[in-house]
Nanobody, 120 residues
Framework: QVQLVESGGGLAQAGGSLRLSCAAS????????MGWYRQAPGNQRELVARISSGGSTNYADSVKGRFTISRDNAKNTMYLQMNSLKPEDTAVYYCNAIRPGSWETVRYGWGQGTQVTVSS
Protein backbone atom coordinates (compact mmCIF):
# COMPACT_ATOMS: atom_id res chain seq x y z
CA GLN A 1 0.00 0.00 0.00
CA VAL A 2 1.38 3.37 -1.01
CA GLN A 3 1.81 5.84 1.82
CA LEU A 4 1.79 9.58 1.25
CA VAL A 5 3.33 12.07 3.64
CA GLU A 6 2.71 15.79 3.35
CA SER A 7 4.93 18.40 4.98
CA GLY A 8 5.85 22.05 4.83
CA GLY A 9 2.72 23.65 6.19
CA GLY A 10 2.68 26.27 8.90
CA LEU A 11 1.65 29.79 9.72
CA ALA A 12 2.13 32.53 7.15
CA GLN A 13 1.01 36.10 6.82
CA ALA A 14 -1.18 37.21 3.95
CA GLY A 15 1.04 37.84 0.95
CA GLY A 16 3.61 35.35 2.15
CA SER A 17 4.77 32.05 0.74
CA LEU A 18 5.00 28.42 1.73
CA ARG A 19 6.28 25.35 -0.06
CA LEU A 20 4.57 22.04 0.56
CA SER A 21 6.14 18.66 -0.12
CA CYS A 22 4.57 15.28 -0.74
CA ALA A 23 6.66 12.14 -0.35
CA ALA A 24 5.50 8.71 -1.46
CA SER A 25 6.64 5.30 -0.32
CA UNK A 26 6.73 4.01 -3.90
CA UNK A 27 7.64 5.25 -7.36
CA UNK A 28 4.24 6.58 -8.28
CA UNK A 29 4.87 10.04 -9.62
CA UNK A 30 6.09 9.09 -13.05
CA UNK A 31 3.11 6.84 -13.83
CA UNK A 32 0.25 8.74 -12.27
CA UNK A 33 -1.34 12.10 -12.50
CA MET A 34 -0.98 13.68 -9.07
CA GLY A 35 -2.97 16.27 -7.22
CA TRP A 36 -2.90 18.62 -4.28
CA TYR A 37 -6.16 18.92 -2.39
CA ARG A 38 -7.26 21.03 0.54
CA GLN A 39 -10.02 20.98 3.10
CA ALA A 40 -11.03 23.98 5.15
CA PRO A 41 -13.22 23.60 8.25
CA GLY A 42 -16.82 23.00 7.26
CA ASN A 43 -15.93 22.57 3.60
CA GLN A 44 -15.52 19.59 1.35
CA ARG A 45 -12.09 18.58 0.20
CA GLU A 46 -11.27 20.22 -3.11
CA LEU A 47 -8.66 19.77 -5.79
CA VAL A 48 -6.45 22.85 -6.09
CA ALA A 49 -3.74 21.66 -8.50
CA ARG A 50 -2.97 18.62 -10.59
CA ILE A 51 -0.03 17.50 -12.70
CA SER A 52 -0.26 14.78 -15.31
CA SER A 53 2.31 12.06 -15.85
CA GLY A 54 3.39 14.08 -18.90
CA GLY A 55 3.87 17.23 -16.85
CA SER A 56 0.77 19.20 -17.84
CA THR A 57 -0.61 21.27 -14.99
CA ASN A 58 -4.04 22.56 -14.06
CA TYR A 59 -5.18 24.80 -11.24
CA ALA A 60 -8.38 25.78 -9.53
CA ASP A 61 -9.38 29.33 -10.39
CA SER A 62 -8.90 30.35 -6.77
CA VAL A 63 -5.16 29.60 -6.85
CA LYS A 64 -4.29 30.17 -10.49
CA GLY A 65 -1.31 32.47 -10.86
CA ARG A 66 -0.32 32.05 -7.20
CA PHE A 67 0.35 28.32 -6.76
CA THR A 68 2.73 26.12 -8.74
CA ILE A 69 2.68 22.34 -8.70
CA SER A 70 5.79 20.38 -9.62
CA ARG A 71 7.34 16.99 -9.03
CA ASP A 72 10.70 15.26 -8.90
CA ASN A 73 10.21 11.69 -10.07
CA ALA A 74 13.73 10.66 -9.05
CA LYS A 75 13.02 11.72 -5.46
CA ASN A 76 9.42 10.43 -5.41
CA THR A 77 8.42 13.89 -4.25
CA MET A 78 5.86 16.43 -5.35
CA TYR A 79 5.71 20.09 -4.40
CA LEU A 80 3.25 22.92 -4.14
CA GLN A 81 4.76 26.39 -4.14
CA MET A 82 2.23 28.78 -2.69
CA ASN A 83 2.80 32.51 -3.16
CA SER A 84 0.67 35.56 -2.41
CA LEU A 85 -1.15 33.60 0.24
CA LYS A 86 -4.60 34.71 1.34
CA PRO A 87 -6.52 33.94 4.53
CA GLU A 88 -8.94 31.88 2.45
CA ASP A 89 -6.06 29.51 1.63
CA THR A 90 -6.18 28.33 5.23
CA ALA A 91 -6.86 24.59 5.16
CA VAL A 92 -5.33 21.17 5.62
CA TYR A 93 -3.51 20.26 2.41
CA TYR A 94 -3.27 16.72 1.09
CA CYS A 95 -1.64 15.04 -1.86
CA ASN A 96 -2.69 11.94 -3.74
CA ALA A 97 -2.45 10.12 -7.04
CA ILE A 98 -5.39 10.48 -9.38
CA ARG A 99 -7.14 7.47 -10.83
CA PRO A 100 -6.48 6.97 -14.54
CA GLY A 101 -9.30 8.41 -16.60
CA SER A 102 -10.51 10.61 -13.76
CA TRP A 103 -10.00 14.33 -13.22
CA GLU A 104 -9.81 14.24 -9.46
CA THR A 105 -10.81 10.88 -8.01
CA VAL A 106 -7.96 9.70 -5.85
CA ARG A 107 -6.21 6.38 -6.07
CA TYR A 108 -4.85 5.85 -2.56
CA GLY A 109 -5.80 6.45 1.04
CA TRP A 110 -5.26 9.90 2.47
CA GLY A 111 -2.20 10.88 4.46
CA GLN A 112 -2.36 13.04 7.55
CA GLY A 113 -2.16 16.27 5.57
CA THR A 114 -0.31 19.43 6.49
CA GLN A 115 -1.98 22.46 8.05
CA VAL A 116 -1.63 25.83 6.34
CA THR A 117 -2.83 28.86 8.27
CA VAL A 118 -2.73 32.31 6.71
CA SER A 119 -3.25 35.32 8.94
CA SER A 120 -4.54 38.65 7.67
Amino acid sequence: QVQLVESGGGLAQAGGSLRLSCAASGSIFNINSMGWYRQAPGNQRELVARISSGGSTNYADSVKGRFTISRDNAKNTMYLQMNSLKPEDTAVYYCNAIRPGSWETVRYGWGQGTQVTVSS
